[in-house]
């Protein structure tokens, strides 16, 4: 990088830890997390899987602080999806048993921390007592306005998109709208959290470079961050970096760069 482009850029540095002026960085309202790669962290360490994901919630805790640190709004994480049913029953209960043990232990941080907690997904579709949980942790958060953790439990951007058109066959059914008059605007209104921005930045750790079915319609122009750091080990280092690369895109939805 020659000079220039390194005054140009001043969060860049060429000492190891990179010297950030965050003055620079362009924040998003809400950024996206796939939290992906927690089976992988647990091989490496010749540990079962169901430590990754312990290690994987773990540092759901560690995302939110460092997202509090840039004053990001709104933080949705992908926890756990509609394909996910598909693994051995005894992973998929411990996810669900995680869940409930997270938001028990946590929520007095998640409190001191103004942090309101919200879920989207096909919630109906829970065992029982994991709809309690997310009631009672959406319920008891409601005041809080620091931050938005949205938590994807059993999300689909299919099942959500179908379950939207659902909704709206219904209001066609019942003669409350025609048909030709469905517009996107009305169409977003019917998904899981229409009052929540899309978001503006996804990122997916682990190295894979997809979106597994991931906030489908919202994510249409969201910008993309893939990083081969697993999630467990998914820091500040890794977040700040996505936040650099972020600030150097120019979102032109389609139009023309401003500076042209
Ligand atoms: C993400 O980690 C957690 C969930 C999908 C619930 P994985 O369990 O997918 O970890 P890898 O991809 O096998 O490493
Ligand atoms: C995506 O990870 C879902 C979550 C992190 C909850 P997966 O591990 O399920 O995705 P694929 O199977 O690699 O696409
Ligand atoms: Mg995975």
């Keep these: 990088m020659s000079s220039n482009e390194e005054s ?6 060429k000492k190891k830890t990179p010297v950030i002026d965050e003055s620079n960085l362009k ?6 997390v796939i939290m992906d790669g927690n089976g992988r962290w647990a091989k490496k360490r010749m540990l079962p899987r169901s430590a990754g994901h312990r290690a994987g919630a773990d540092n759901l805790k560690t995302l939110c602080k460092n997202c509090g640190h840039y004053g990001i709004k709104y933080v949705t994480v992908y926890a756990f999806s509609t394909e996910n049913w598909s693994r051995p029953e005894s ?6 048993e995680l869940f409930v043990e997270y938001f028990d232990r946590y929520d007095p941080e998640l409190e001191q921390e103004g942090i309101r907690v919200r879920f989207t997904g096909d919630i109906a579709g829970l065992p029982e007592n994991i709809q309690a949980v997310c009631k009672r942790a959406e319920e008891g958060s409601k005041h ?7 938590v994807a439990f059993n999300y689909g951007g299919r099942r959500e998109i179908v379950q ?9 059914k019942e003669g409350k709208i025609d048909a030709s008059e469905i517009t996107e605007e009305m169409f977003a ?8 921005p899309d978001p503006d930045l996804i990122i997916r750790p682990s190295g894979e470079e997809r979106t597994s079915n991931f906030l ?4 249409a122009y969201s910008e993309l961050w893939f990083s081969d750091v697993l999630w467990p080990d998914f820091g500040m280092k890794e977040l700040t970096e996505a936040l650099v690369a972020y600030t ?5 939805f389609g139009g023309l760069s401003k500076e042209k």
């Design 8 to 13: 140009r850029f001043s969060f860049f540095s």
């Design 27 to 32: 924040i998003p309202t809400h950024i996206a």
């Design 91 to 96: 992973e998929v209960h411990t996810l669900m």
């Design 144 to 150: 809080r306005n620091r931050m938005t953790l949205i």
């Design 164 to 172: 939207s058109c659902q909704k709206l066959a219904m209001q066609v």
């Design 189 to 196: 209104q019917n998904l899981y959290l229409p009052d929540v």
């Design 216 to 219: 489908v319609w919202e994510g």
């Design 248 to 252: 150097k895109r120019d979102r032109r």
